[in-house]
């Protein structure tokens, strides 16, 4: 079958790709044209490239029948971000594709009420991400059970992988965090250090896209978690790192308002994104319905991302255990 991606070269896109080609689909790649994947692999020679301006296509309200004069069996979409885009596909692909799959977030869910949640849960998103995904899910999936449109939607946690700066220890993408930790250096947290999150390799979201077109009939009309087996606390997940480096963790406890007087605006900004969603959730019904088995742990994943960043001389920290 025909598959059309739509931003295939970014991370996830790095390691479905080389699957989708291997299984033996004919795969199209629509993206801007300024990136390359994150790592090199034989099966690209085999993808076609096609370069255009997504956003341009959709102020003509014209991309939705540019993919589907593609002529796709499959659309993976990767770069929705609100529901006016996710309509302009579903308007031009109804009747025209057997599987329309699109990234989520599990940043849908909002706040935590009992962890780790389902995808049965109740919505309560908060922050424009949380809530443009959020209304491109109920979007899609009414589509899917009220029309028949064949809609599946796959949520990922945070993402990591080689080429990628892991979410840190302190809930942010400062790099400085694990050279601390590398070094034994002390580490301020937020509170007492008992904020979640919820990484999954690349790899793994990857593997939750290719079972959900392997297992079509389970995968329509259904939204899935990508993630690890498990959430990590702030503060072991600060321990594991340090421990990485043969040090003990120098942790500091502050409460947030002297937390925040030690980091620059921005990284604030993002811990307090990443501590009030403390994202926990269930890979149970993936399990279930389309066979998926994360390859990685929160820590083998991230432990491979921070490899590959002292190996290319972005991390200033000893070698790793």
Known sequence: MRIVVVGGTGHVGTFLMPRLVEAGYEIVNVSRGERQPYQAHAAWR?????????????EQDNFGAVIAALEPDIVIDMICFTQDSARQLVEALKGRVQ??????????????????YSEEEAREPFGEYGIQKAKIERYLLDQARRYGFPATVVHPGHIVGPGWRPINPAGNVDLAVFEKLGSGEELALPNFG???????HADDVA???????????????????????????????????AGWFGQEANLRYLPWGEWIKTVSAQDA??????????????IAKAQRLIGCQPRYTSLEAIYESVSW????????????R
């Open 99 to 116: 599987h329309f799959l699109l990234t989520g977030s599990v940043w849908v869910h909002g706040h935590s009420v009992q962890v780790p």
């Open 46 to 58: 085999s993808v076609e490239q096609i370069a255009m301006d997504r956003t341009a296509l959709e």
């Open 207 to 241: 593997q939750v896209f290719f079972r959900s077109i392997l297992n079509w009939s389970n995968a329509v009309g259904e939204a899935f978690h990508a993630v690890s087996p498990a959430a990590l606390t702030l503060r072991g997940y600060a321990e594991a790192v």
């Open 269 to 282: 900004i993002l811990t307090e994104d990443h501590i009030r969603h403390s994202p926990s959730a269930s």
């Open 309 to 320: 960043l002292i190996d290319h001389g972005n991390l200033c920290c000893p070698e790793l």
């Open 194 to 200: 008992l904020g979640q999150l919820h990484h999954v």
